[in-house]
């Protein structure tokens, strides 16, 4: 059965220049987190991370190809420029998806109280290389069956009222959609079971840890955004997937634009990023494990909140004899002292030390 889609009138200026305005700034601001990144000390080697930032801005970018090359309002660009545009949109969408759950995956391996989980053993030696390949390797099939179906039958490429796509139903739509959706469901398990064990570790630290405010809506922040964010995608997702001819409602198609911007707010409220522009914030009363290295001491309020969490265990965290992955005992040697690698002794504390792993998605 023949879709009528290519009937369908272009969007009002005023929808149009807000869905491209989305997208061009969503695009933007992940090219300014990309740079404040790199000038972080704190995060110069966080490849996954700059990963993310690098697919979101380019992929953005080529969404809103009708804006920058002047066809916003033609209602028949050229063949070229939609065969991009529909060529690049889906697999962005893929590559979207699989970067933020390598966040996950990353956030995840490198939480000390995360890995005490037997599902952590299979994760916790996926390396940054690997992290960073995986968006590769399944957006870029996508891309290319993509741009092989459009320029083999050019006829299933036309304006919607908001961008070009090709014309539903499509198996390509379909199975680009569906890696989409499966992947988001992926990022929600992980990210709901990290947040329920860190959130059981916070409530046994109260009155043991005093921890800044502004730590705690950093938290609540990020939380929110993210899920906003996943659940965001992931009705959109069964959306397409359920409806064979969409309407392109303007205020769905936005939703999905704004996607970017949400995304960039979700990792900028961190607190690395915040005192690189000058946002500062005041330290805690009581500094973690992870302040420490190589006997200097950090300032905290260059402390990101993946830096709270230790990416190695301290003297505390041993493997038991069952070989649980990385099963977490409290000892004496945490807080009362112990013994260096090379054999000396540590100086003996008056207080105990207590680690601080606040390190939420």
């Avoid at 966040?103 to 890995?115: E, G, M, P, Q, R």
């Avoid at 003996?348 to 939420?360: A, K, V």
Wanted: charged content about 15%; aromatic content about 12%.
């Amino acid at each position: 059965m023949e879709s009528d889609d290519t009937n369908l009138p272009l969007a009002s200026r005023a929808h149009l220049r807000a869905y491209y305005s989305l997208l061009i700034t969503g695009s933007a601001l992940h090219l300014l987190l990309l740079l404040f990144t790199l000038a972080s000390r704190n995060v110069k080697k966080h490849a996954v991370v700059l990963n993310f930032y690098f697919i979101f801005c380019v992929t953005l970018w080529f969404d809103a190809i009708l804006l920058w090359t002047n066809n916003l309002y033609n209602p028949s660009p050229p063949m070229a420029i939609q065969t991009i545009n529909a060529a690049t949109r889906l697999p962005g969408m893929v590559m979207n998806a699989s970067t933020t759950l390598m966040c996950v995956v990353k956030f995840w391996a490198t939480s000390n109280i995360a890995l005490s989980t037997r599902v952590s053993k299979y994760i916790y030696h996926a390396n940054s290389k690997f992290l960073v390949a995986v968006p590769y390797l399944l957006g870029i099939p996508f891309l290319i069956a993509y741009i092989e179906e459009t320029v083999r039958h050019p006829e299933i490429v036309f304006r919607t009222p908001f961008y070009a796509s090709v014309r539903p139903p499509s198996k390509l739509i379909y199975a680009s959609t569906s890696v989409s959706l499966a992947l988001m469901a992926a990022v929600v398990v992980m990210a709901v079971w990290l947040v329920c064990i860190l959130s059981k570790v916070r409530a046994t630290q109260r009155g043991l840890l005093k921890t800044n405010w502004a730590v705690n809506v950093q938290l609540v922040a990020r939380l929110l955004l993210f899920f906003f964010y996943a659940f965001a995608s992931i009705a959109l997702h069964i959306r397409t997937l359920a409806v064979p001819f969409p309407t392109y409602e303007p205020r769905n198609e936005e939703l999905f634009a704004s996607i970017g911007i949400i995304a960039f707010a979700l990792f900028f409220i961190q607190a690395d990023i915040l005192a690189h522009m000058g946002i500062r914030l005041r330290r805690n009363s009581l500094l973690s494990f992870s302040a420490f290295r190589k006997g200097d001491l950090y300032h905290q309020d260059h402390l990101s909140l993946a830096d709270m969490s230790p990416k190695q265990p301290p003297a505390c965290v041993v493997r038991s004899r069952d070989k649980d992955y990385a099963r977490i005992e409290y000892q004496s040697t945490c807080s009362w002292g112990g013994f260096h690698e090379d054999g000396t002794d540590v100086k003996r504390h008056g207080t105990p030390q207590y680690t601080h792993t606040s390190h939420i998605v």
